[in-house]
């Protein structure tokens, strides 16, 4: 409805008029005859509806005679018809019965729902054969690693036996199974504990054994001594019965015989309250992932980089603090405490190095340093708790007291002077 629409039912009169032409068509005249009106008052409001767009007049085809000559005769145009006539449009009739319209956006909505149920089940239908009674949600995950277990590596070692478990899947939706004849198994030796492929030995795919969450494999005997401080990756290939896949890669250090492996990272240092309100304290923990006890190590804190090309050895920044630990196991750790000032975390990062003057003999120097996030609630010097501050009051008053004095006191010796 615009705005000369609603101007036009503004009188009921107009209003009137579209009830009588509900269904038929009239003239003028007949309207002016059914209302007991004047015709050229009839004709106005009849304009105005015009205008509107609720009543429309009869065009010259419509108001012209159809006539033909004879029974088989195709009809012709004859003369025009004598009077013309008013009809509602689409729009009144839409205004006179807005139940229709109700009931045609209803069929309408009807209509879009059931194509796009049949749309949903089609889709289901081709991930799957058709099932019995309601529509399931199909599998639409990879299988997924829950665990690894891999034997420890090192000079000795013969055969490597590698263990995964495996789930398909934990979403709850119907489970298609993990398709035991596309799962592949591969190992290789590289440099990195982060990178995908191996850049040292190639990958070489080996025999799996798929049992039911299970899968087994063995590494066979190989010159592991030559690849100490590497890494053995093993890369599992995984399908289920839906062809939903993934690939999951796995690292494990070689160790070395006769070394020590030292080790510190950010999830190893945590940090504490000290005694003294300006002061934190840090405990660091050092790993040793060598195949020899290491004793006598040097821990300590840096506010930059001490080893940025990592090469183990710092290249001799002055430490900020530093502590020895005075030994580690094979395969165990050891804790050390630092007690820093508060100032000194005012960056929100601080660097802790592990053997910074390289005494130790390790198999791998990549894993000594390691860039803490200090917590921002140690990044600051708490505030003195209440009562601590100076009994006399704002900062200054000492010097304001002394020159009271000093007043006082040539105000004295002058009245003194003055009695003499």
């Avoid at 289920?240 to 015989?257: C, E, F, G, M, P």
Wanted: include cysteine; glycine fraction near 8%; charged fraction near 20%.
């Amino acid at each position: 409805m615009d705005r000369t629409a609603f101007k036009a039912l503004a009188s009921e009169t107009r209003v009137e008029i579209l009830k009588h032409l509900d269904g038929t068509q009239k003239t003028v005249s007949d309207l002016a005859r059914d209302m007991e009106m004047n015709k050229a008052t009839m004709f106005q409001h009849l304009e105005q509806l015009v205008d509107a767009g609720l009543v429309k007049k009869d065009s010259e085809e419509d108001r012209a005679t159809t006539v033909k000559g004879g029974p088989l005769d195709a009809p012709v145009a004859g003369p025009p018809k004598k009077w013309v006539y008013y009809r509602l449009t689409g729009k009144g009739k839409n205004l006179m019965h807005p139940e229709k319209v109700k009931i045609a956006i209803m069929l309408a909505m009807t209509v879009v729902s059931c194509l796009v149920l049949l749309a949903i089940y089609g889709m289901m239908l081709s991930n799957g054969p058709a099932q019995p009674g309601a529509l399931k949600e199909f599998d639409t995950s990879a299988p997924e690693i829950v665990s690894w277990s891999v034997d420890e590596v090192g000079p000795s070692t013969k055969s490597v036996a590698v263990r995964i478990e495996i789930a398909d899947n934990a979403t709850g939706k119907v489970v298609s199974g993990t398709d035991p004849d596309s799962i592949v198994v591969r190992w290789g030796v590289g440099s990195s504990s982060t990178a995908i492929d191996p850049d040292i030995l190639s990958w070489q795919t080996i025999p799996a054994n798929v049992t039911t969450g299970e899968v087994r494999a063995v590494i066979p005997e190989y010159g592991w001594a030559n690849y100490g401080a590497k890494y053995l990756y093993i890369s599992v290939e995984m399908k289920d019965l839906r062809s939903n896949s993934a690939t999951y890669i796995h690292h494990k250090r070689i160790n070395v015989a006769g070394a020590a492996d030292l080790s510190v990272t950010q999830t190893g240092i945590t940090f504490r309250d000290a005694s003294d309100s300006s002061h934190a304290m840090m405990i660091v923990v050092v790993n040793n992932f060598g195949s020899l006890n290491a004793s006598n190590v040097t821990v300590a804190m840096y506010l930059d980089n001490p080893d940025p090309a990592g090469t183990g050895k710092s290249i001799g920044l002055v430490p900020i603090e530093r502590n020895v630990v005075t030994s580690i196991p094979v395969n165990g750790s050891a804790s050390v405490s630092f007690t820093v000032s508060r100032s000194k975390l005012a960056n929100g990062f601080i660097y802790v190095m592990v053997d910074p003057d390289n005494t130790v003999t390790e198999t791998g120097k990549d894993n000594n340093v390691a860039r803490v996030t200090v917590p921002t609630n140690y990044t600051k010097n708490v505030k003195p708790p209440a009562g601590a501050e100076k009994s006399m009051g704002a900062p200054g008053f000492e010097l304001v007291a002394a020159l009271g004095a000093i007043v006082v006191v040539s105000m004295v010796i002058s009245r003194r002077r003055n009695r003499d």
